[in-house]
C-alpha cells in the first residue's frame, strides 16, 4: 500500500463530468489499497472570472480581499469532488487551506508556504476517507486566507507529498507529460519519458507551463517523486522527474525548449557609473515585491551606462511609476522606459555541461532567420534569449529543429 498524492488542475474540474471521471481514477488507486490524498484548483476559468469581477468593482483590488475572493474557486470544487466520491460508495472528506492549517506568509496573491500540520489529513486516511484539499491556498499565522500565485495548486499538492512523505505525487493536466517543447507551436514535439529536476526547474522557471516553478523546488528540496499524467487517459506512464541524470547524458544536449510572453523590459538611460547604483535601481523593486529576471547593464559611455532588466508584464507599469518616483530624480538617470512587445526563448540541457558551442549553434540559428536578440542569460545549463514577440514562435519552431528535439 501506498500514500499517493493526485494534484488535478483545472481542465480536470472544469465540469461536473470531469470530475466524476477524476472520482473513478481515484477509486482505481483506492481499490489497489492505497491511500489517496487528491488536491484540485479551481474549475477552468473560475479564478479569471473572480480577478475579473473583483476588477469591475476596483480596478486594482486590494491584494487581502482577492486572496478572499478568489480562494472560494477551488472550495466549490473540493466538495464537488468529495461528493462525486461519495456517489461511488466511497468515504471522503474536503478541506480548504486554512481547515488543513497550511501555514504561510502574509504575501497575500504570492504567498509562501511556512508549514502544514498534517495530523488531520492522516488521521482521515487512516480511517479510510480519500482526503480532497483545495489548491493554491492558505492561512497566514493571523488567520488570513492567502493564496500561493497562479498555478499553486502544483506548489500545495508537492508540498503536502513532502508534509507526509508520500510515495509519489501524481500532476494531473491536459497533456501527458512533459515534452520538449510546447505542442501547440511545434506540432513535432516529443513527449520525454524522464526529466532531471535541474532541467525541469530550468524550464518551468523560463516559461514551461506544464509545472510551477514552486513545485519543483519544494519536489527537489524534499526528494519528492513526481510525475505528470494525462487526466483524458486511462493510464500512461507519463514523464518522471528525477534526481539522477541520464547515463546517457551527453545526447540529447538539448532537453527542451520553453519560452516566456508574459515579460516586459524596463530600461534605466543614462544612469551614473558608480558602485551600487544597481542596488539603487533594484532595491526600491525588491521592496515593492516585484520580482526581476534578466538583467545587463552596458559598457560605460562617459561616465554613464544603461541598465536593462525583465519584470512579469501585468508589473510593469507598477515598475515604471516606482522608477519614476523613487529612483529617477535621485539618480538623475535621463530616461526609464518600458517595451511589453518581447519574448523569452530559453533551451535547457544538462547535456550543455559536456558539450561546446550550444550557444553558438542558437545564435547562429536565429541570425539565419533575421531574430534579433536584445539580451541574453546563462546558467550552467541553460541559455535564454529575449526577442522581438512577433518572432516567438519562429525562434522556438527553428530552434527545436536545430538541435534535433523531434527525434526519439
Not at 471521471?21 to 474549475?43: D, E, P, T, Y
Request: proline letters at 2%; hydrophobic letters at 45%.
Amino acid at each position: 500500500m501506498a500514500l499517493i498524492v493526485q494534484k488535478y488542475g483545472g481542465t480536470s474540474v472544469a465540469n461536473p463530468e470531469r470530475i466524476r471521471n477524476l472520482a473513478r481514477r481515484v477509486a482505481r488507486w483506492k481499490a489497489m489499497g492505497h491511500q489517496i490524498v487528491v488536491v484540485v484548483s479551481a474549475m477552468s476559468g473560475e479564478t479569471n472570472r473572480l480577478i475579473a469581477l473583483a476588477k469591475e468593482i476596483m480596478p486594482e483590488p486590494d491584494p487581502r480581499e482577492l486572496d478572499v475572493m478568489v480562494s472560494t474557486g477551488e472550495q466549490v470544487t473540493i466538495g464537488l469532488t468529495a461528493l462525486a466520491l461519495m456517489d461511488l460508495g466511497l468515504k471522503a472528506k474536503s478541506y480548504t487551506g486554512a481547515q488543513v492549517r497550511i501555514v504561510t506568509d502574509s504575501a497575500f496573491t504570492k504567498a509562501r508556504i511556512l508549514n502544514i500540520d498534517d495530523a488531520r489529513i492522516r488521521a482521515d486516511l487512516d480511517a479510510g476517507n480519500v482526503v480532497v484539499v483545495a489548491g493554491f491556498q492558505g492561512v497566514d499565522e493571523a488567520g488570513n486566507i492567502t493564496t500561493l500565485g497562479r498555478g499553486g495548486s502544483d506548489t500545495t499538492g508537492v508540498a503536502l507529498a513532502a508534509a507526509l512523505k508520500a510515495d509519489e505525487c501524481q500532476i494531473y493536466t491536459d497533456v501527458d507529460g512533459v515534452y520538449t517543447t510546447d505542442p501547440r507551436v511545434v506540432p513535432d514535439a516529443r513527449r520525454l519519458k524522464s526529466i532531471t529536476f535541474e532541467e525541469m526547474l530550468e524550464l518551468a522557471s523560463q516559461g514551461s507551463k506544464v509545472l510551477q516553478i514552486r513545485s519543483v523546488e519544494f519536489a527537489g528540496k524534499y526528494k519528492v517523486k513526481l510525475r505528470v499524467l494525462s487526466s483524458f487517459e486511462e493510464e500512461g506512464e507519463g514523464t518522471l522527474i528525477t534526481f539522477e541524470e541520464d547515463d546517457n547524458m551527453e545526447q540529447p544536449i538539448i532537453s527542451g525548449i520553453a519560452f516566456n510572453r508574459d515579460e516586459a523590459k524596463v530600461t534605466v538611460l543614462g544612469v551614473p557609473d558608480r558602485p551600487g547604483i544597481a542596488y539603487q535601481i533594484l532595491g526600491p523593486i525588491a521592496d515593492a515585491n516585484i520580482d526581476v529576471d534578466v538583467i545587463i547593464q552596458n559598457v560605460s559611455a562617459d561616465g554613464t551606462t544603461d541598465f536593462t532588466f525583465t519584470v512579469h508584464k501585468n508589473e510593469l507599469n507598477k515598475t515604471l511609476a516606482l522608477l519614476r518616483e523613487k529612483v529617477q530624480g535621485h539618480i538623475n538617470a535621463r530616461e526609464i522606459v518600458g517595451d511589453d512587445k518581447i519574448a523569452k526563448v530559453s533551451v535547457v540541457g544538462v547535456g550543455m555541461r559536456s558539450h561546446v558551442g550550444v550557444a553558438s549553434q542558437m545564435f547562429r540559428t536565429l541570425a539565419e532567420e533575421g531574430i534579433n536578440i536584445q539580451m541574453i542569460s546563462t546558467s550552467e545549463i541553460k541559455i535564454s534569449v529575449v526577442i522581438d514577440e512577433k518572432y516567438m514562435e519562429l525562434a522556438v519552431r527553428v530552434l527545436h529543429k536545430a538541435f534535433e528535439l523531434e527525434e526519439a
